[in-house]
């Protein structure tokens, strides 16, 4: 697959965003996320330098081999830079489980969801059904003792029960605020692919942009 046109001998690049070049990558071109290690390092989760990973992949800028992994077609020699790059993200940027993250979202076309319009709302934990329709339920937390006055004047004590409705909130706070800092460790990891395959200057059909996805689109 070519993007590049010809005007007057000169090679026009096709402009995409960082999240359309990793779509493009790995959902179109089938690019496969390898994670090579260091002879000498085995530790889980290990980053490599996006210098580390190009001069392994692309041997001090000579062509890309393409088509290894790609089904029935070739795969395109800036999708193996671009998932080489992604597979380069640093341990402070979540390193190997980061990189796994971004290609899998990019091969679904997704965004992380942020849970947009989520708010906590207090529910019952106990839901009970009858022939008046749906209602909360309640457990006996204690007991106490009351005083119950009789037709006369003689009055009785009694032990009643104490009744609450457990409550929570849905969904939880922490679960919004979770979603929401995976986003953006995600933006953030978005953003190094960005500036690396900027910098390197590899790629040779396709030109990435400045442009991201929105930073923090909750806050409106």
């Known amino acids: 697959m070519s993007f590049h046109g010809r005007v007057s001998g000169t090679r026009i690049k096709r402009a995409l965003g960082v999240q359309a070049a990793l779509e493009w990558a790995f959902r179109i071109e089938q690019a496969q996320l390898e994670l090579p290690l260091p002879k000498d390092v085995t530790e889980e989760g290990f980053g490599f330098g996006l210098e580390y990973v190009l001069l392994q992949r692309a041997a001090l800028g000579c062509k890309i081999d393409g088509g290894q992994h790609k089904i029935g077609g070739y795969t395109h020699e800036d999708a193996e830079v671009i998932a080489a790059t992604v597979a380069g993200i640093p341990d402070s940027l979540g390193g190997k489980r980061m990189a796994i993250r971004v290609a899998e979202l990019a091969r679904a076309g ?51 029960d104490i009744l609450a409705c457990p409550v929570t909130f849905s969904p939880h706070p922490q679960q919004i605020d979770a979603a929401r800092r ?23 059909e396709v030109e990435v942009t400045v442009a991201m996805p929105k930073a923090r689109p909750w806050l409106r």
Do not use: F, S
């Open 110 to 160: 997704l965004t992380p969801d942020w849970m947009p319009g989520a708010v906590p709302r207090c529910v019952p934990t106990i839901v009970k059904q009858n022939q008046h329709g749906t209602h909360a339920g309640a457990i006996v937390v204690g007991t106490e003792r009351v005083c119950v006055r009789g037709p006369g004047a003689r009055a009785t004590w009694k032990t009643v």
């Open 182 to 204: 995976g986003y953006d460790d995600w933006w953030q990891a978005l953003g190094w692919v960005r500036e690396g395959l900027i910098a390197g200057g590899m790629l040779r």
